[in-house]
Antibody, heavy 118, light 107 residues
Framework: QVQLQESGPGLVKPSQTLSLTCTVSGGSISSDGYYWNWIRQRPGKGLEWIGYIYYSGSTYYNASLKSRVTISVDTSKNQFSLKLRSVTAADTAVYYC??????????WGQGTMVTVSS | DIQMTQSPSSLSASVGDRVTITCRASQGIRNDLGWYQQKPGKAPKRLIYAASSLESGVPSRFSGSGSGTDFTLTISSLQPEDFATYYCLQHNNPPCTFGQGTKLEIK
């Protein structure tokens, strides 16, 4: 079955760029109808949707983060990626990738903790 | 953005109890709502989609109802493994938005 796995640095310095990749296994990222998402959860807090990408490259971002976020896709590697620029301590969170197929997020990665600190 | 108001924020209950969690949307979202369970250190797991459809493999003690703006998750008879945090999610219109969560604790 389809599995998602996040990867990337666990520590990022303030003002730098947070970069994460989600690798999709057991299925194709290019399948019709699937949207590939990033979601985060600050320590002890609720869930915040960051944005999604379709395999064609079309994206949609949460307005609260839009000025700092880029989500991209590499269909040859079956991966999609998140870049969050100019990070601060407020961006410290567990970052999840998740698949959306018509009815919300059905498959999630295990999550990766990213700490913003000097 | 559509706001999801989830209540209660926390709930103490005993094994065998029937519990209900509600979510209210700030505008109509048809049945574009899901319910998720999250245990500490784990990713959320979807229990219910399309407001009332049970995810494959999820015990039948979980049920969802509602349409439009008011939604309910019911656990008919709490089991020890059900103590967790629950979230609703609306995906009617981007941005998707989650409820604030309900932490279900053992009484």
């Amino acid at each position: 079955q389809v599995q998602l796995q996040e990867s990337g640095p666990g520590l990022v310095k303030p003002s730098q760029t947070l970069s994460l990749t989600c690798t999709v296994s057991g299925g194709s990222i290019s399948s019709d109808g699937y949207y590939w998402n990033w979601i985060r959860q600050r320590p002890g807090k609720g869930l915040e949707w960051i944005g999604y990408i379709y395999y064609s490259g079309s994206t949609y971002y949460n307005a609260s983060l839009k000025s700092r976020v880029t989500i991209s896709v590499d269909t040859s590697k079956n991966q999609f990626s998140l870049k969050l620029r100019s990070v601060t301590a407020a961006d410290t969170a567990v970052y999840y990738c998740a698949r959306d197929y018509f009815h919300g997020f059905d498959i999630w990665g295990q999550g990766t903790m990213v700490t913003v600190s000097s | 953005d559509i706001q999801m108001t989830q209540s209660p924020s926390s709930l103490s209950a005993s094994v065998g109890d029937r519990v209900t969690i509600t979510c209210r949307a700030s505008q109509g979202i048809r049945n574009d709502l899901g319910w998720y369970q999250q245990k500490p250190g784990k990713a959320p797991k979807r229990l219910i989609y399309a407001a009332s459809s049970l995810e494959s493999g999820v015990p039948s003690r979980f049920s969802g109802s509602g349409s439009g703006t008011d939604f309910t998750l019911t656990i008919s008879s709490l089991q020890p493994e059900d103590f967790a945090t629950y979230y609703c999610l609306q995906h009617n219109n981007p941005p998707c938005t989650f409820g604030q969560g309900t932490k279900l604790e053992i009484k």
